[in-house]
């Protein structure tokens, strides 16, 4: 059997929704998606250069420091493998990842938004989990600990002008449950395994507006259109309060 590789992302997918999982990692039938705004990918590698200065200091930025002890890793691999059970691999790429005095290993990940986060995503929650499996199986030994640096843009320099935006940076630990990760990582591998489509998230809309479409559905729905349509207009209006309920 072909060797099947899982990362974050894909363990992700199968948290969404298990059919666009088992669609994906089976057939290569991947979710449609809009136009990528490539500027958080931009500002990921101008962030990652900023900690490599810092990473030949064997320091640092200053900025971390007082919240994380330690150094940022020497040499951190472009991705990391482990083996999950014959024929199952879990793949990471990790952005960064600090040593602590007490040698032990913590992934840092950069994130860019429009503003601070109130919370941590369940999906980056999994994704630091997922990271320190990965360390765990390269014998680096972590501490269920993780931290998420985000960066939102604050205003532009008046003297400097539009291109000096000044970012703000929140800085999140995150509280890391290995056994939660692996917990997901044996039920996407289950669910991967089995001969039926599974069931499709019922918060994404893409599969509901394929059921509405096929030509089953559309000859129900025209008929019911058709019959609003024959109904008498109601003569009474709506009052300037509901009018201004549905406006605002
Ligand atoms: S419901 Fe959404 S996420 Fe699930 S299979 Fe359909 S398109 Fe994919």
Redesign the pocket.
Known sequence: MKKVFLSPSTIN?YR??P??FY?HMKYEIK??RGPMPSIAIGLDSVFKKYFDYYRSLKDIPPELKGEMDGHLIEQLKATYYKDIRQGYTLLGKLDDCLVTERKTYVPLDHKTRASVAASIHPAYQLQMELYCVLLEGNGMKTEDTAYLLYYYPLNVSPDEGAGSIMFGMDIKKVNVDMGHATVILEDAITCFEQKNLPD??EE?????W?ENVNEKSLSATTALLKTKRELPVPEETETEEETKDTLF
């Open positions: 997918l969404e929704c059919r666009c669609l979710r449609p499709a998230s994404c809309e893409y599969c509901r394929v």
